[in-house]
T-cell receptor, first 112, second 116 residues
Framework: KAGVTQTPRYLIKTRGQQVTLSCSPISGHRSVSWYQQTPGQGLQFLFEYFSETQRNKGNFPGRFSGRQFSNSRSEMNVSTLELGDSALYLC???????????FGPGTRLTVL | AQKVTQAQTEISVVEKEDVTLDCVYETRDTTYYLFWYKQPPSGELVFLIRRNSFDEQNEISGRYSWNFQKSTSSFNFTITASQVVDSAVYFCALSEGGNAGNMLTFGGGTRLMVKP
C-alpha cells in the first residue's frame, strides 16, 4: 500500500499571501489529521477530518482551515500568512478512531 | 487538559549501549491511548507502538521495549544495544477517548544520538 503523500514538499511565500497544502491518505483510510511542527511550539494538532466533516479542531486562528473530499483526500489552507506560520505541516491518516496514525513526509512552508 | 512530558531533551550514547526514553502523561480520562513515534532526519514521523489504557502489559519488539505503568502515568521506551540508525527524535503522544478522537497531544520529543 502506498503511504500518505503530501504536496508540495516545499513552499516559499510572502506575508499576506495564502497557501493550500494537499494530502492523500493511505487507501481505505477515512480519517485525515493535520499537525504543525515548529522548533518553538513542537508538534501541535490543527484539525481532523472524517467523511468530509471536521471532527476536531485544535487551538489555531480561523486563518487555518481545511476540507476533505469524497475520496478522503484533504487540503488545508492558510490565509493572510504571517512569519510565524513558517513550519513543517504534517498530514496523518488513520483507519478509524483511536487507531494509530500514519504520517506523510510533510510540507515545509517558509514565509518571508 | 491532557499533557505529555518528555523531560530528556537530548541523549547521547555510544553504540551498543541500552537507552531508556522517559514519557510522563496527564489526563483525566479513564480511556486513553499512548503512542511512540520516531522522526529521523528526513522528517517523516514513523509509528512505533500504540497502547490503550486498559492494557498494561509490557511489549517487546526486537531491540525495542515499552514499559507502561498507570500508577506513575509513565510510558517509557527502551532501546537495547543501540545502533547508529536509531539516531532520531522520538515523540511520545496521547489521545483521549470520547470526542477527542484522533487528536494527538505530543511531548516535546527526545533527540537520541547514537555514536559509533
Amino acid at each position: 500500500k502506498a503511504g500518505v503523500t503530501q504536496t508540495p514538499r516545499y513552499l516559499i511565500k510572502t506575508r499576506g499571501q495564502q497557501v493550500t497544502l494537499s494530502c492523500s491518505p493511505i487507501s481505505g483510510h477515512r480519517s485525515v489529521s493535520w499537525y504543525q511542527q515548529t522548533p518553538g511550539q513542537g508538534l501541535q494538532f490543527l484539525f481532523e477530518y472524517f467523511s468530509e466533516t471536521q471532527r476536531n479542531k485544535g487551538n489555531f486562528p480561523g486563518r487555518f482551515s481545511g476540507r476533505q473530499f469524497s475520496n478522503s483526500r484533504s487540503e488545508m489552507n492558510v490565509s493572510t500568512l504571517e512569519l510565524g506560520d513558517s513550519a513543517l505541516y504534517l498530514c496523518a491518516s488513520s483507519a478509524g478512531r483511536y487507531n494509530e496514525q500514519f504520517f506523510g513526509p510533510g510540507t515545509r512552508l517558509t514565509v518571508l | 487538559a491532557q499533557k505529555v512530558t518528555q523531560a530528556q531533551t537530548e541523549i547521547s550514547v555510544v553504540e551498543k549501549e541500552d537507552v531508556t526514553l522517559d514519557c510522563v502523561y496527564e489526563t483525566r480520562d479513564t480511556t486513553y491511548y499512548l503512542f511512540w513515534y520516531k522522526q529521523p532526519p528526513s522528517g517523516e514521523l514513523v509509528f512505533l507502538i500504540r497502547r490503550n489504557s486498559f492494557d498494561e502489559q509490557n511489549e517487546i519488539s526486537g531491540r525495542y521495549s515499552w514499559n507502561f505503568q498507570k500508577s506513575t502515568s509513565s510510558f517509557n521506551f527502551t532501546i537495547t544495544a543501540s545502533q547508529v540508525v536509531d539516531s532520531a527524535v522520538y515523540f511520545c503522544a496521547l489521545s483521549e477517548g470520547g470526542n477527542a478522537g484522533n487528536m494527538l497531544t505530543f511531548g516535546g520529543g527526545t533527540r537520541l544520538m547514537v555514536k559509533p
